[in-house]
């Protein structure tokens, strides 16, 4: 079972629209949970940090955690085509050390005018 | 907004050639890690640094790849010997503390295509 599992997509939406973007994990040791956005051929940029379970709003986006499920979520309201990007999961482990981050693999998503 | 900076954007090398990646994190971090990310697979951790030394590297992160930082600024990822299958986007990060709690910043990329 991989680490983290996230469906690669494409998931094409309208404008306006609601998104739901979702990854699974199995390591119980992830307690900080990220959410980035890639767009093409550039680096990482970080959108949501959350720790606990519940919800977290900024914006538009609402980064959802249930750590009972291993499960997160990130929901985009009201769609914009700027929006179109590769989203990816990412966590990193409670454990001390020096905190590499685990990414899924990614969520291409692309909003249609 | 400080942010990292990667050098060159775009290598070309041929294969058994040698490339150095570079990385100016952010001035005041102290952890620094080095990602890869082949074309269409996930980003991988491949190697974190602090105090001039690795603290964590991956399986992937073999004998071909050393980092440095040669002074207080840059931070370098060396391939001795290039192979095809190191084409790939790889990307700096630095983080302010060791905490999981502190945010992993990360550059642009460098995209290195082995020929």
């Known amino acids: 079972q991989k680490e983290v599992e996230q469906d690669p997509g494409p998931l094409s939406v309208p404008e306006g629209a609601i998104v739901s973007l979702n990854c699974t994990y199995s390591?119980?040791?992830?307690?900080?949970f990220m959410w980035y956005r890639q767009y093409s051929r550039k680096g990482p940029e970080l959108l949501m940090y959350?720790?606990?379970?519940g919800n977290k709003e900024d914006g538009r986006f609402t980064a959802q955690v249930d750590k009972s499920s291993k499960y997160i979520s990130l929901f985009i309201r009201d769609s914009q085509p700027s929006d179109s990007a590769t989203y990816l999961c990412?966590?990193?482990?409670?454990?001390?050390?020096?905190?590499?981050?685990?990414f899924g693999i990614g969520t291409k998503l692309q909003v249609i005018p | 907004e400080p942010e990292v900076t990667q050098t060159p954007s775009h290598q070309v090398t041929q294969m058994g050639q040698e490339v150095i990646l570079r990385c100016v994190p952010i001035?005041?971090?102290?952890?620094f890690y080095w990602y890869r990310q082949i074309l269409g697979q996930k980003v991988e951790f491949l190697v974190s640094f602090y105090n001039n030394e690795i603290s964590e590297k991956s399986e992937i992160f073999d004998d071909q790849f050393s980092v440095e930082r040669p002074d207080g600024s840059n931070f370098t990822l060396k391939i001795r010997s290039t192979k095809l299958e190191d084409s790939a986007m790889y990307f700096c990060?630095?983080?302010?503390?060791?905490?999981?709690?502190?945010?992993?910043?990360f550059g642009q990329g460098t995209r290195l295509t082995v020929v």
């Open positions: 990060a630095s983080r302010l503390t060791g905490t999981a709690n502190t945010e992993a910043f």
């Open positions: 390591n119980s040791a992830f307690q900080y």
């Open positions: 990412a966590m990193t482990a409670n454990s001390g050390g020096y905190q590499k981050v685990t």
């Open positions: 959350t720790y606990s379970s």
């Open positions: 001035s005041n971090h102290l952890y």
